[in-house]
């Protein structure tokens, strides 16, 4: 079979690997659709954390069953995602229902090499049911995932204003279950198609340019003064992650969902002040994953939504690296294998 190999940061090479056989406890997947996301990005940039070279990418995947074992109630020829963090199940986290931050995760396309290729095996507690999504529905479930984790670990409650920074994928996901969970959301973004896209496509009442707005003014102006009670960082860059510590209300919860590399700092007295918290949030689990299938089914959100560039696995090398530039417009970009 054809894998697509991230070499070294900044290069990809098509190589031939062969298919997987199936082996006990595993399922193997004819990979369909291969969602690109922040992550992959990072990865051929030379940013992303927790990586190693070389490296096969893609963990948003969608595929179809050709072969597996021990997956009950799964079949032969059915459409299917997969949880892609796979993890032991015995250490702390995983005997805590928190598998999504096992001590010795491996997360597909991060770890260990991921879906960028004709086939893959995955383990088949992993497989998660299509419920008669296409297959562009099913390789955007794990990224809304993300956004949905994020803002169930902030417990976002009815009327809440939850301020969501960085209008990327994961943001723009984390903005549509903030809007489920009936919150009120405001996007802050430095790039204005990407807050105009907010607005005409996911309906959100206010956004603001972190380049060209006052940002405390603008919020103090939006939440009555109050400030938001919820931000969930969606950029992973350290300077908006240390800025966004002042946008917080007093009793508020800041959710790191977004990565990067260095340390965050911040005034002691003006969080402690506040009594805020501060998590973290990373990956997402199961209840996470059908959250997002059952608000697709219901017609809460509509993923299609975000692809706006699409590519078949042949021409990912020649495309891969424009999609790094914002001028070029990619929200999401989609990969097809058939």
């Known amino acids: 079979m054809e894998v697509l190999v991230c070499t070294t940061p900044g290069e990809f090479a098509y190589q ?4 997987p056989a199936l082996t006990p ?10 969602g690109i996301c922040g992550t992959d990005l990072h ?10 070279y070389p490296r096969i990418l893609g963990h948003e995947l969608a595929g179809e069953i050709v072969e597996t074992d021990g997956a009950p109630g799964f079949s032969v020829g059915e459409a299917v995602t997969f949880i892609p963090y796979f993890n032991c199940g015995k250490c702390i986290a995983c005997r805590n229902n ?79 279950f903030a809007r489920i969970a009936g919150a009120n959301v405001i996007a802050l ?8 896209f907010c607005r005409e496509k996911l309906g959100v009442a206010h956004t603001v340019n972190a380049l060209t ?29 240390n800025t966004a510590f002042g946008y917080l209300a007093h009793g508020g919860r800041y959710v790191l969902v977004g990565l990067q590399k260095g340390e965050i700092s ?23 994953f059908e959250h997002v299938i059952s608000s697709m089914k219901n017609g809460h959100i509509d993923p299609t939504t975000y692809i706006t560039h699409r590519v078949v696995f042949g021409k990912v090398k020649d495309e891969f690296e424009g999609w790094l530039d914002p001028a070029n ?10």
Do not use: W
């Open 329 to 338: 417009g990619v929200i999401k970009a989609m990969v097809s294998l058939d």
């Open 266 to 288: 911040f005034s002691h007295p003006e969080f402690h002040k506040r009594e805020a918290t501060l998590m973290s949030s990373r990956n997402a689990t199961r209840a996470d």
């Open 43 to 52: 990865a051929f940039e030379g940013t992303q954390p927790f990586f190693n």
């Open 98 to 176: 928190k598998p999504n931050c096992c001590t010795s995760i491996r997360v597909s396309g991060v770890h260990i090499d991921g879906g960028m290729s004709e086939y893959l095996s995955v383990p088949s507690y992993s497989l998660v049911h299509g419920n008669g999504l296409s297959f562009d529905e099913l390789a955007l479930v794990e990224m809304l995932s993300i956004g949905a984790h994020g803002i169930r670990r902030a417990n976002v409650e009815q009327n809440e204003t939850v301020l969501v920074v960085g209008a990327g994928p994961i943001g723009l996901g984390t903005m549509e």
């Open 213 to 241: 707005d006052n940002v405390l003014e603008k919020l103090n102006e939006i939440t009555n003064g109050d400030m938001p009670t919820v931000i969930v960082d969606a950029t992973g860059n350290l300077r908006a992650i």
């Open 25 to 34: 406890g595993n399922t193997i997947l004819k990979i369909k659709r291969i």
């Open 16 to 19: 031939q690997a062969e298919k």
């Open 189 to 196: 973004d430095i790039n204005d198609g990407r807050l105009a």
